[in-house]
């Protein structure tokens, strides 16, 4: 059994496909199917059941598969090694960036991270929590960015930055409304998304708030939420790094929470417990904070950064 071995058949197990396999590791189909051969006959197990349209692990084939991904996670930890030893910032970074996150901070990390760190081979994949600490802890990921809070064994959550939640409301109730107070608007129509306005550092949640209101209406996404209430009335809160995307017409219909209400999310960076790469980790934070109002980070990240 060699290394190379267990980076075909965790190739193989990403993709459910030969044809795709072979082509991302560089070598024809049937030679791969000729090296996965190889290596059941040398175990004599089964690893992939394959028929014309599927290929799927066996049960033990998934434990060798978990097997096979730590041993090279491992393996490649060396050479992690040396280039921190070297203060070399290069290698692969394979990044998730939660999907209510992702439009506020991607175009401009992908851009600004790329022309800062050009040695990185950057992959980035948006993922919904579960998924992230899932790939984390398989080693499918080095690192995720999403909502702070989610605790999961193996994982460690480094807090990255602060963003306020601005309300915006409809032309209909700003006028006769200058200074938003949330009991001022129980009787409108209050929309919210089904998970990124969950605030769990709001005294004023919107989760906790969903009996308030005639109706309450769950959309997929800010910029949906924004054109309903331009139409129907009623109010919601986005995310401060949203604001530069509204029309100045509807910059107007912006009000900051007033009183002592609470309304911002946190977001962290996760990492499994065992990460190394320092200088990788720190490469995403220094990207961050060329754009990142300064205000909304962590002080100890834009002071020190990250020590691992």
Same mark, same amino acid.
């Given at each position: 059994?060699?290394?190379?071995?267990?980076?075909?058949?965790?190739?193989?197990?990403?993709?459910?496909?030969?044809?795709?396999?072979?082509?991302?590791?560089?070598?024809?189909?049937?030679?791969?199917?000729?090296?996965?051969?190889?290596?059941?006959?040398?175990?004599?197990?089964?690893?992939?059941?394959?028929?014309?349209?599927?290929?799927?692990?066996?049960?033990?084939?998934?434990?060798?598969?978990?097997?096979?991904?730590?041993?090279?996670?491992?393996?490649?930890?060396?050479?992690?090694?040396?280039?921190?030893?070297?203060?070399?910032?290069?290698?692969?970074?394979?990044?998730?960036?939660?999907?209510?996150?992702?439009?506020?901070?991607?175009?401009?990390?992908?851009?600004?991270?790329?022309?800062?760190?050009?040695?990185?081979?950057?992959?980035?994949?948006?993922?919904?929590?579960?998924?992230?600490?899932?790939?984390?802890?398989?080693?499918?990921?080095?690192?995720?960015?999403?909502?702070?809070?989610?605790?999961?064994?193996?994982?460690?959550?480094?807090?990255?930055?602060?963003?306020?939640?601005?309300?915006? &409301?409809?032309? =209909?109730?700003?006028?006769? $409304?200058? @200074? *938003?107070? %949330?009991? !001022?608007?129980?009787?409108?129509?209050?929309?919210?998304?089904?998970?990124?306005?969950?605030?769990?550092?709001?005294?004023?949640?919107?989760?906790?708030?969903?009996?308030?209101?005639?109706?309450?209406?769950?959309?997929?996404?800010?910029?949906?939420?924004?054109?309903?209430?331009?139409?129907?009335?009623?109010?919601?809160?986005?995310?401060?790094?949203?604001?530069?995307?509204?029309?100045?017409?509807?910059?107007?219909?912006?009000?900051?929470?007033?009183?002592?209400?609470?309304?911002?999310?946190?977001?962290?960076?996760?990492?499994?417990?065992?990460?190394?790469?320092?200088? &990788?980790?720190? =490469?995403?934070?220094?990207? $961050?904070? @060329? *754009?990142? %109002?300064? !205000?909304?980070?962590?002080?100890?990240?834009?002071?020190?950064?990250?020590?691992?």
């Amino acid at each position: 059994m060699t290394l190379q071995q267990l980076k075909y058949i965790i190739a193989i197990d990403i993709h459910r496909n030969f044809a795709r396999a072979a082509a991302e590791l560089g070598i024809t189909q049937p030679t791969l199917s000729s090296l996965l051969q190889k290596l059941e006959n040398e175990l004599d197990v089964r690893i992939f059941e394959r028929s014309n349209k599927n290929v799927t692990p066996t049960a033990i084939g998934n434990k060798i598969l978990q097997q096979a991904k730590k041993a090279v996670n491992e393996t490649e930890r060396i050479a992690e090694l040396v280039r921190e030893e070297k203060g070399v910032v290069s290698g692969s970074l394979n990044l998730s960036v939660g999907p209510t996150i992702a439009p506020y901070i991607l175009p401009k990390f992908i851009k600004t991270y790329t022309g800062m760190f050009p040695q990185v081979k950057l992959s980035i994949v948006e993922l919904k929590a579960e998924a992230m600490l899932n790939n984390l802890q398989t080693g499918m990921l080095d690192s995720g960015i999403a909502i702070s809070g989610h605790i999961h064994d193996g994982i460690l959550e480094i807090p990255l930055y602060t963003e306020p939640f601005w309300v915006y &409301i409809a032309e =209909s109730c700003w006028r006769r $409304l200058p @200074v *938003f107070k %949330p009991e !001022n608007l129980e009787h409108e129509q209050m929309w919210i998304m089904k998970e990124s306005q969950c605030l769990r550092d709001s005294a004023f949640s919107f989760c906790k708030s969903r009996n308030i209101g005639k109706r309450i209406y769950e959309a997929g996404s800010i910029e949906t939420l924004i054109r309903i209430i331009d139409e129907n009335g009623g109010f919601t809160i986005i995310p401060e790094m949203h604001l530069p995307m509204l029309s100045d017409s509807q910059r107007e219909n912006v009000r900051r929470i007033e009183g002592d209400y609470l309304s911002q999310r946190r977001v962290s960076i996760y990492i499994r417990e065992d990460f190394i790469r320092e200088r &990788i980790l720190n =490469s995403i934070v220094d990207a $961050l904070s @060329v *754009f990142v %109002p300064k !205000n909304m980070l962590e002080k100890r990240i834009n002071k020190y950064g990250i020590r691992l």
